[in-house]
């Protein structure tokens, strides 16, 4: 498999619920990132990780807990969250840190009810 | 005012046309992304400039670093190329994001 991979694709959960989003890379990039698009407003980045070490966090609620156990994989953890979460759920990697291209996953397409 | 503003919001042509789309930024950057997003989510990375000129098929970029403006053109138009666009300010690890162009090419 090829690129960058998010499991699942489609989310729906309840605001007790925890799950986790997964990434997964396959291009031997060294950075990885969440963003976050809700309906109607720009894409927000959340977290960098850049060789498995986070460099970013843009003031992100603790209800999303991110984890980076290596430079191929990127969960995100979710609890207790709120129907204003409800977004798509974007994964990108990029071979360095610092402005090199990125390469998007599919997006989680995720509901809180 | 958003760091990066995007203009137009939304643009329909015919096929064939000539498209331009253009993006003003206020922060510094290291380097200015045009991304494209298909709907159901995907999104795929156009170009990334730091200066100058980048051309990749029917599609040109252009970036005046001392004006903080960027364009991207769309040469001889078609269907498939309608999606949102959307340009990215680059500061190292920080993006900002201009909220889209969402382009409707019609046959």
């Known amino acids: 498999e090829t690129g960058v991979t998010q499991t699942p694709r489609h989310l729906v959960m309840g605001m007790t619920n925890k799950k986790s989003l997964k990434c997964e890379q396959h291009l031997g990039h060294n950075a990885m990132y969440w963003y976050k698009q809700s309906a109607k407003k720009p894409l927000e980045l959340m977290f960098v990780?850049?060789?498995?070490?986070?460099?970013e966090n843009n003031s992100v609620p603790s209800r999303f807990s991110p984890e980076c156990p290596n430079s191929s994989h990127l969960f995100l953890h979710l609890h207790t969250l709120q129907p204003e979460d409800s977004a798509l759920y974007l994964c990108?990697?990029?071979?360095?840190?610092?402005?090199?291209?990125?390469?998007f996953g599919p997006g989680t397409r995720l509901t809180v009810l | 005012k958003n760091e990066v503003e995007q203009s137009p919001q939304n643009l329909t042509a015919q096929e064939g046309e000539f498209i331009t789309i253009n993006c003003s930024y206020s922060v510094g950057i290291s380097a200015l992304h045009w991304l494209q997003q298909h709907p159901g989510g995907g999104i795929v990375s156009l170009f990334m400039l730091s200066s100058g000129k980048k051309k990749h098929g029917r599609l040109i970029a252009t970036i005046n670093i001392q004006e903080k403006h960027s364009s991207l053109h769309i040469t001889a138009s078609h269907p498939r190329d309608s999606a949102v666009y959307i340009c990215a300010a680059n500061n190292n690890n920080d993006m900002r994001f201009g909220a889209g162009t969402r382009l409707t090419v019609k046959p």
């Open positions: 990108a990697s990029s071979q360095g840190g610092g402005g090199d291209t990125q390469y």
């Open positions: 990780y850049s060789l498995e070490e986070r460099v």
